[in-house]
């Protein structure tokens, strides 16, 4: 077979393949993981359940690759935020709205994945837990990391670094939880709740603290 017919057989498989990622995020998010059934999926695709393990050896295989399509989305938008030039507090307050305006937009462009994450994933299978984990980890350290290079240049306080990163995404986690899985903060506008977090961060780094650890 010519190169261009493998292209395009290679093509076929991937679009088959992410068919049938979309079909299963439908069918978590409606049903959760334990109930899901495979039967489910390809329904939805239109194809023979013998397909679905053409691609995956089962539901927990592809249920991990969704999470951590999720868990990449998320890391990747934190991490595509760099201090640059920040000197005052006021740039510091509109870069910090401007990057949680994308990672808002992620999330409710992803609204099923962010509510898999949150009502599912934990809860799934053991080895979940350690992808999770590290998910923690890394977006802790970058955060932490963030948080030093902000202090150095005067414009939060001294303090734990990494007390203030898992601080910062705790708060940030539970707004996500009610405002774009439940739904129990109203309707207010993105930047309206992203706002009120930045707020609270910025308040929270102004004050002197005496003998802390960086």
């Known amino acids: 077979m010519s190169t261009r017919g493998n292209n395009r ?7 088959r393949r992410d068919e049938l990622k979309r079909a299963a995020i439908d069918v978590f998010y409606e049903h959760g993981f334990h109930a899901a059934k495979v039967s489910q999926i390809v329904q939805s695709v239109g194809v023979a359940q013998g397909t679905f ?6 539901k927990q295989q592809l249920f ?3 999470l951590s399509d999720f868990l990449e989305l998320v890391v ?7 201090p ?16 949680g305006m994308m990672l808002t937009e992620v999330l409710l462009e992803n ?11 934990m809860a799934v299978a053991p080895e979940f837990n350690e992808t999770i984990r590290q998910f923690y980890e890394t977006l802790g350290a970058m955060i932490t990391d963030f948080n030093a290079i902000l202090h150095r240049r005067g414009l939060i306080t001294n ?3 990494r007390i203030l990163a898992f601080m910062t995404v705790g708060m940030a986690e539970r707004v996500i939880l009610e405002h774009v899985v439940y739904g129990n903060l109203g309707d207010p506008p993105p ?3 992203v706002e009120h977090l930045v707020m609270h961060f910025l308040a929270g780094t102004t004050e002197a603290i005496d003998n802390t650890q960086t």
């Open 191 to 193: 930047r309206e709740v």
């Open 159 to 161: 303090m734990n670094f």
């Open 64 to 66: 991990g690759e969704i």
């Open 111 to 121: 609204q099923r994945l962010t509510a898999i994450f949150f009502k599912e994933a």
């Open 84 to 99: 640059g030039s920040i000197d005052t507090r006021e740039l510091l307050r509109e870069e910090l709205v401007r990057v």
């Open 76 to 82: 990747t938008t934190v991490a595509s935020w760099e």
């Open 9 to 15: 057989r290679e093509d076929r498989r991937d679009r």
């Open 53 to 58: 393990y053409l691609y995956f050896e089962g």
